[in-house]
Antibody, heavy 122, light 108 residues
Framework: EVQLLESGGGLVQPGGSLRLSCAAS????????MSWFRRAPGTGLEWVSAITPSGDKTYYIDSVRGRFTIARDNSKNTLYLVINSLRAEDTAEYYCARERWNSAKSGHFDYWGQGLPVTVSS | QSVLTQPPSVSGAPGQSVIISCTGS?????????VHWYQQVPGTAPKLLISENINRPSGVPDRFSGSKSGTSASLAITGLQAEDEADYYC????????FGGGTKLTVL
């Protein structure tokens, strides 16, 4: 059974840092690209960052580039998101998700973590 | 502003049917990229509901169906149940991941 188990969220002051983790099981982690999403209160789902299966390429939305770092350790089957210089607008529920491509035109996300609350407040 | 356009909300009584639209452009849906749908019940993680325009993952009731035509797609839900009350998102690709802003389904 595919499982994505997140950890590391919490309350942090503005300007602070957090490291989110997503432990994968039930599939060959190193075969899949992975992404992080977030959903801020009162808003919709937002893709934040992605990483290729080997970790050689990373992608970010503009609003987090330079502050967020996505990484993975395939030997530990774990995905990470390091969040620096946190702002109030980063307050959200964060989700990791497995990327799936059944064809060149069919990219989507077939499994999701349970969600991790991140609250930025003084 | 989301790249894909969805209605902010839809509603229906139990047993009725609703359709949620998702409009894109020639850069994403119209370029031949598939459309996928996710359901997010409040307080829970998103769940893949429809993949590749029409496919239901195992465990998704056949009350949910998807379609795609041109630069748009639709999610149809028949026989509405209280448990269907959730936010629904469409997703495609086009130079990057593109999502709709989400549609809140209220079961009256």
């Amino acid at each position: 059974e595919v499982q994505l188990l997140e950890s590391g969220g919490g309350l942090v002051q503005p300007g602070g840092s957090l490291r989110l983790s997503c432990a994968a099981s039930g599939f060959i982690f190193s075969n899949y690209a992975m992404s992080w999403f977030r959903r801020a209160p009162g808003t919709g789902l937002e893709w934040v960052s992605a990483i290729t299966p080997s970790g050689d390429k990373t992608y970010y939305i503009d609003s987090v580039r330079g502050r967020f770092t996505i990484a993975r350790d395939n030997s530990k089957n774990t995905l990470y998101l390091v969040i620096n210089s946190l702002r109030a607008e980063d307050t959200a529920e964060y989700y990791c998700a497995r990327e799936r491509w059944n064809s060149a035109k069919s990219g989507h996300f077939d499994y999701w973590g349970q969600g991790l609350p991140v609250t930025v407040s003084s | 502003q989301s790249v894909l356009t969805q209605p902010p909300s839809v509603s229906g009584a139990p047993g009725q049917s609703v359709i949620i639209s998702c409009t894109g452009s020639s850069s994403n849906i119209g370029a031949g990229y598939d459309v996928h749908w996710y359901q997010q019940v409040p307080g829970t993680a998103p769940k893949l509901l429809i993949s590749e325009n029409i496919n239901r993952p195992s465990g998704v009731p056949d009350r949910f169906s998807g379609s795609k035509s041109g630069t748009s797609a639709s999610l149809a839900i028949t026989g509405l149940q209280a448990e269907d009350e959730a936010d629904y998102y469409c997703q495609s690709f086009g130079g990057g991941w593109v999502f709709g802003g989400g549609t809140k389904l209220t079961v009256l």
